[in-house]
């Protein structure tokens, strides 16, 4: 009983999904009531409560006459390749350790297809990582790639440097470009964050790019602002 999420919970958790994923970006509308209740197989009340506890944590803002929309709470910008926050250097730190979440092949789909140029049924590498500094959990990390670059890809490889596993297969990196969005977090993301529901976040989207301006990969990364501030600041002991 204690695991209990109620139905308006969990619908309000697949709508901040969308937006996660930018299938809702800030300041879109989305879809009416009637569209979500079809859509996720509820009545309109239950919608109606999802949407009211998201504009209570400043996710969602209803607009009368309008409809609803998404709020850009932080604020979105774009980051020089000179001024990353997540470099090539970071995830080379000494101090951190890896986590692997997940590593599994999911299908490309239209995103990913456009994204590296394959086809919709083509499969992509899907990773998550968690990076920890000593107890504190820095950051959330996951990854995407065509498998077909890297068909020998497995947990072995996430020891060595993005850099270096392209190269092998004879791609070489060019250019890092990111954008960073300030966003809330909730649900799992949050606990793995070590974080409370609804605390603040960076929201970094990373793509690798190669010769042609191919992107190679694709990285959406979560890291919580004060402990980003904190880490980069002060040495982590050993």
């Keep these: 009983m204690g695991d209990f999420v109620p139905l308006y919970r969990q619908v309000s958790q697949r709508i901040f999904r969308k937006i996660q994923q930018g299938v809702y970006k800030y300041g879109d509308k989305i879809p009416s009531e009637k569209e979500l209740s ?26 009368q006459g309008k409809g609803v929309f998404v709020v850009d709470t932080f604020y979105q910008v774009h980051l020089p390749q000179t001024g990353a926050l997540f470099d090539y250097s970071f995830f080379r730190d000494s101090r951190l350790r890896q986590e692997i979440l997940f590593l599994q092949k999911v299908l490309a789909g239209k995103t990913f297809a456009e994204l590296f140029q394959i086809g919709t049924g083509a499969s992509v590498w899907m990773l998550g990582r968690r990076w920890m500094a000593e107890n504190m959990a820095a950051a959330l ?96 002991s050993r």
């Excluded at 996951?142 to 092998?168: G, H, L, N, R």
Aim: proline fraction near 3%.
């Design 141 to 236: 990390e996951y990854t995407y790639f065509p498998v077909e670059w890297i068909p020998d890809f497995s947990e072995e490889s996430c020891k060595i440097s993005w850099e270096q596993i392209f190269a092998s297969h004879g791609m070489h990196p060019i250019r890092l470009e990111q954008t960073v969005l300030g966003i809330r977090i909730y649900g799992e993301e949050a606990q793995l964050l070590q974080l409370q529901e609804g605390s603040g976040s960076f929201l970094i989207n990373q793509q690798m790019t190669g010769e042609g301006h191919r992107v190679l990969r694709y990285s959406k990364i979560l890291a919580q602002s004060q402990k980003i501030t904190y880490y980069l600041k002060e040495p982590v």
């Design 38 to 63: 079809a859509h996720y197989g509820v009545n309109r009340m239950t919608v109606r409560r999802a949407i009211a506890l998201l504009a209570e944590q400043g996710i969602l803002k209803s607009v």
